[in-house]
Antibody, heavy 118, light 107 residues
Framework: EVQLVESGGGLVQPGGSLRLSCAAS????????MNWVRQAPGKGLESVSA????????YYLDSVKGRFTISRDNSKNTLYLQMNSLRAEDTAVYYC???????????WGQGTLVTVSS | DIQMTQSPSSLSASVGDRVTITCRAS??????LNWYHQKPGKAPELLIY???TLQSGVPSRFSGSGSGTDFTLTISSLQPEDFATYYC?????????FGGGTKVEIK
């Protein structure tokens, strides 16, 4: 059974940093593109970042470029999102999701809440 | 960026009804369109990818059609577990943008 478990969310002040992790199991992690998708409270979905199987290619939403860094450790079956210079508008539930966009995001974690507030 | 517009933004329907949701892209995206639904407090779930391919395990009452700029998701006979918010997503190019959602509520 595919499982994706996010961690690392919490309350942080504007300008602060957080590192999200997503532990994957139940599939060959190194064979899949992985993604971070966020959802602000009461709002819709927004694809934040993606990374290809070996980490050779990445994508970032314009509003997070230069502040967020996606990475993966295939030996640990773990996806990461380093978030720096956080802003109030980054407040959201952050989901990790499996799969290339062309095939749809077939599996999602339960999400981790990031709140940016003073 | 490609803009995705869903309609309606919400609808009320009864169990057994046929429901259709529309998604329009701001430019042609061929058949690169995915559909998800999301229940309150839960993560989204993939229903259909490539406009009309049913994801494994998804009931056959769900179907998708369309290409270019206009797409539809149809639920042939609405079931109690289908009351949720539905999102389309274009997968033609980055950023892979989502529509604003359609909330399907019980009449």
């Amino acid at each position: 059974e595919v499982q994706l478990v996010e961690s690392g969310g919490g309350l942080v002040q504007p300008g602060g940093s957080l590192r999200l992790s997503c532990a994957a199991s139940g599939f060959t992690f190194s064979s899949y593109t992985m993604n971070w998708v966020r959802q602000a409270p009461g709002k819709g979905l927004e694809s934040v970042s993606a990374i290809t199987e070996r980490g050779g290619d990445t994508y970032y939403l314009d509003s997070v470029k230069g502040r967020f860094t996606i990475s993966r450790d295939n030996s640990k079956n773990t996806l990461y999102l380093q978030m720096n210079s956080l802003r109030a508008e980054d407040t959201a539930v952050y989901y990790c999701a499996k799969g290339h966009r062309r095939d749809g995001y077939s599996h999602w974690g339960q999400g981790t809440l990031v709140t940016v507030s003073s | 960026d490609i803009q995705m517009t869903q309609s309606p933004s919400s609808l009320s329907a009864s169990v057994g009804d046929r429901v259709t949701i529309t998604c329009r892209a701001s430019q042609s995206i061929s058949s690169y369109l995915n559909w998800y639904h999301q229940k309150p407090g839960k993560a989204p779930e993939l229903l259909i990818y490539a406009a009309s391919t049913l994801q494994s395990g998804v009931p056959s009452r769900f179907s998708g059609s369309g290409s270019g700029t206009d797409f539809t998701l149809t639920i042939s006979s609405l079931q109690p577990e289908d009351f949720a918010t539905y999102y389309c997503q274009q997968s033609y190019s980055n950023p892979p943008t989502f529509g604003g959602g359609t909330k399907v509520e019980i009449k």
